[in-house]
């Protein structure tokens, strides 16, 4: 599957159209109608949506279904990611249907437990999917588009791909797998003739010290990473990616979260010193552990921190937990903050798309 040729879709972008690029809504239906609407997003614009819309949030069905109907405009093109191929699920056999059944009944959410729950099934009490995949043909519609989906969606100036490409091949001999799963793609060096724009990878997690959703704009290189953690993240965003004609280089962004804001009273200076625990590297020891806070080491650095006891995932000693920073913000009193979390110490916000702790006074 992952080694299937790659399907390219040329797209020949109108002149004086403005482009919007948005990667990884992850079945937020809010987050994806909220920041259409915060982008003004009309008839006059095209957007590219750049894979991952389905999967690991709770209105998959729902989205799907928004985006068909935004397709047949005209001016909205989706591409598939490595969450959207579910139109294979007919191509299991039982060893893959069983592999899926455990998904389904781990993750209790996304695409195929949605259509099971809305079919009156409960995959929780299945023993096996194989026996009800003839119900899901209720949906042959949705499979049937998510089948006819590109890969990858070429223009003369930008390449919209989900998560990465090579840059010493042409675009149309790579595979699926080559397109849709590559981690950390601005690590890997690679530059450009043209603009190569992608998701998939959250931006935050090329962070260190600080935590920010932003998208990653690499002007020598020419890549553009917009993931923002939509879901993946408690204090994610979702990014529209705005190009203003399909010959410009004048790039800006627009994000949406749903976080209150509030305005700072009182100035705070920067912290000297702070680490990101994030996803793939987030065992920690808990050296004390507390009803609202834990003291706790992160195993492989040894850096210590206080992280909120809801954030761990056991109740053992050695354990994971949410992504998580003890990052002081630099902020002076007006400027306006979105509140992720609010403590008894202080509050975890977010100003200009970086996450970190606030301990001052907040306007009511």
């Not at 808990?286 to 992280?307: A, K, N, P, W």
Request: some cysteine; aromatic content about 12%.
């Amino acid at each position: 599957m992952y080694d299937d040729p790659a399907r390219i879709q040329w797209l020949d972008l109108k002149p004086g159209r403005r482009i919007l690029v948005i990667s990884d809504i992850h079945g937020n239906l809010d987050y994806f109608t909220g920041l259409l609407s915060q982008a003004v997003f009309t008839p006059a614009d095209e957007l590219i949506i750049d894979g991952d819309f389905l999967e690991k949030g709770s209105q998959c069905l729902e989205t799907l279904r928004f985006i068909m109907a935004l397709s047949q405009r005209g001016n909205v093109h989706a591409l598939r990611g490595n969450c959207d191929g579910w139109h294979t699920i007919f191509d299991h056999g039982e060893e893959g249907d069983a592999h899926l059944l455990r998904y389904l009944q781990w993750r209790q959410s996304g695409l195929l437990w949605e259509m099971f729950r809305s079919l009156g099934l409960d995959p929780m009490t299945m023993d096996s999917i194989t026996p009800h995949k003839a119900a899901l043909h209720a949906f042959d519609g949705e499979f049937a588009f998510l089948s006819a989906l590109p890969d990858a969606i070429d223009t003369e100036n930008f390449t919209f791909v989900h998560a990465g490409r090579q840059p010493d091949k042409p675009l149309e001999q790579h595979t699926r797998g080559e397109l849709d799963r590559i981690d950390r793609f601005l690590d890997k060096g690679y530059a450009f003739d043209k603009w190569v724009i992608v998701g998939h990878y959250p931006v935050m997690l090329y962070g260190e010290d600080k935590v920010c959703a932003n998208p990653i704009i690499e002007w020598q290189r020419k890549i553009v990473s917009i993931d923002g953690a939509c879901v993946l993240k408690d204090d994610g965003q979702l990014n529209a990616l705005i190009i203003p004609s399909k010959d410009s280089e004048d790039f800006s962004f627009t994000a949406y979260d749903p976080f209150p804001e509030r305005r700072v009273l009182t100035d705070q200076a920067e912290s000297q010193r702070s680490y990101y625990i994030r996803w793939g590297d987030s065992q920690v020891q808990v050296l004390d552990r507390g009803q609202e806070f834990s003291h706790c080491r992160h195993v492989r650095t040894g850096y210590e921190m206080d992280i909120l006891t809801k954030y761990l995932f056991t109740g053992e000693e050695i354990t994971n937990c949410n992504d998580c920073t003890d990052y002081v913000l630099p902020l002076k009193a007006g400027d306006t903050v979105r509140v992720v979390e609010e403590t008894s110490r202080g509050y975890f916000v977010k100003h200009n798309g970086t996450s970190g702790w606030y301990y001052g006074e907040l306007e009511a």
